[in-house]
């Protein structure tokens, strides 16, 4: 990604963008593609799902009716659903998610013509965008490398034969070399698999919410366009004799009627994007948290170094959603202080009412909810924790 300076903001987003559209490509999923085609990568996706889907059943069914280990085969089935979700909303939602990425950069590309404040905010909203890439991508990287290489660590360290995933293959043995190695393989298939689709996926959902604060920046720039018309307003006031006709009314119902435009876009957007992805939202959100509840259990019976990573994983999916939602929170404050802080009494009787109706609905923004019910913060994030350690302690005291 080249710098800021050198490089328009639309220029910068388009680029972004199809980085983040080689990931979700790579599993077989173009979502920026006009028509949405299949090919051998996706079949290698669906096969990853289904195979782990059986296998996982498989070891749950088939262990003689031990809790331990039941609850150790189902440990990871919240990242199957979480991927399934992420998977699922870039089939069936292909259209939506494109019409999108493609809405936004419209915008970059018309509102970076229109000054150096513009063009500035744009750049600066994704210097952030990728300062939270670079974060995700780090994460997501040393936990999914330590669980491919732990099991061929304890190989070499003491013979000890671990599996990554905590499930076995019907008929193929881990006692044997190939029926280890066949295995391996399988389940380094599934981490791939995962590991490119939990950041893929987060990074479209990214992309999408994050301009919400792009957005709200832009609306920030247009305010301030009118107050500084309507400062200048007050001081021609100041300086004719009463009852002279102030000039520029033109341009100051001009500049109100754009920002309460933008302020039905702004609108808009957050409800598209919210009929987007809030199901994945739910589903990443409730089944990392899960998954938490049983890999803390489990280690709370007996330490597995596979699902304590894995726990730290689910946690990390988690909070990142929940940190961003909090972020976005901001956002909407952002607006409504902003639309608050308009020299509304410079402005006449006609354009009072305008500016009162979008103050009005500034005060119920549409912001992204878990289920509907729950908002998207870091408060839910902790809530959610404090509940399925409670069900964690719940379930140890009856085993």
Same mark, same amino acid.
């Given at each position: 990604m080249k710098t800021s300076v050198a490089v328009n903001p639309s220029i910068r987003f388009r680029e972004l963008t199809k980085e983040i559209n080689s990931l979700t490509n790579f599993l077989g999923v173009d979502v920026m593609a006009p028509i949405l085609k299949f090919n051998y990568r996706t079949g290698t996706t669906i096969f990853a799902i289904v195979s782990y889907t059986a296998f996982a059943v498989f070891s749950v069914v088939n262990n003689g009716g031990d809790l331990v280990e039941s609850l150790k085969a189902s440990s990871m089935l919240g990242g199957l659903f979480h991927g399934l979700g992420k998977f699922l909303t870039c089939l069936l939602k292909q259209k939506n998610m494109r019409n999108l990425t493609l809405f936004t950069r419209s915008i970059y590309e018309e509102y970076e013509e229109r000054g150096m404040s513009y063009r500035t905010a744009l750049n600066t909203n994704i210097d952030k965008l990728i300062s939270l890439i670079r974060v995700i991508r780090n994460g997501y990287f040393i936990t999914f490398f330590i669980m491919t290489f732990l099991p061929l660590a304890r190989l070499f360290y003491d013979g000890t034969r671990v599996t990554a995933m905590q499930y076995v293959i019907p008929?193929?043995? %881990?006692? =044997? &070399? #190939?029926? !280890? *190695?066949?295995? !391996?393989?399988?389940?380094?298939?599934?981490?791939?698999? *995962?590991?490119?689709?939990?950041?893929?996926g987060d990074l479209f959902v990214f992309l999408g919410l994050t301009q919400i604060l792009t957005f709200a920046d832009l609306m920030q720039i247009k305010i301030d366009e009118l107050n500084e018309s309507l400062e200048e307003k007050a001081q021609s006031r100041a300086l004719l004799p009463v009852g002279f006709q102030i000039k520029g009314e033109e341009k100051r119902h001009h500049l109100l009627l754009e920002i309460i435009k933008w302020h039905q876009l702004f609108t808009d !957007?957050?409800? *598209?994007? &919210?009929?987007? !992805?809030?199901? %994945?939202?739910?589903?990443?959100?409730? *089944?990392?948290? #899960?998954?938490?509840? #049983? =890999?803390? =259990? #489990? &280690?709370?019976?007996?330490? &597995?170094?596979s699902l304590a990573i894995f726990f730290v994983i689910s946690a990390y999916s988690m909070s990142i959603y929940c940190f961003l939602g909090t972020k976005l929170e901001f956002g909407y404050d952002q607006i409504y202080e902003s639309i608050c802080n308009v020299a509304w009494y410079e402005l006449n009787a006609d354009q009072r009412k305008l500016f009162g109706v979008m103050l009005r609905e500034s005060q119920h923004p549409p912001t992204i909810k878990i289920l509907g019910i729950m908002s998207l913060s870091v408060k839910t994030a902790l809530q959610i924790v404090k509940l399925m350690y409670s069900v964690s302690m719940m379930m140890m005291n009856r085993s």
């Open positions: 008929g193929v043995p %881990l006692e =044997s &070399n #190939i029926g !280890y *190695t066949v295995t !391996y393989f399988v389940q380094l298939i599934s981490m791939v698999v *995962t590991a490119v689709g939990f950041y893929g !957007y957050c409800r *598209t994007v &919210n009929a987007i !992805y809030h199901e %994945l939202i739910a589903t990443q959100v409730l *089944t990392m948290g #899960i998954s938490m509840m #049983i =890999s803390f =259990s #489990i &280690n709370l019976s007996g330490f &597995n170094l």
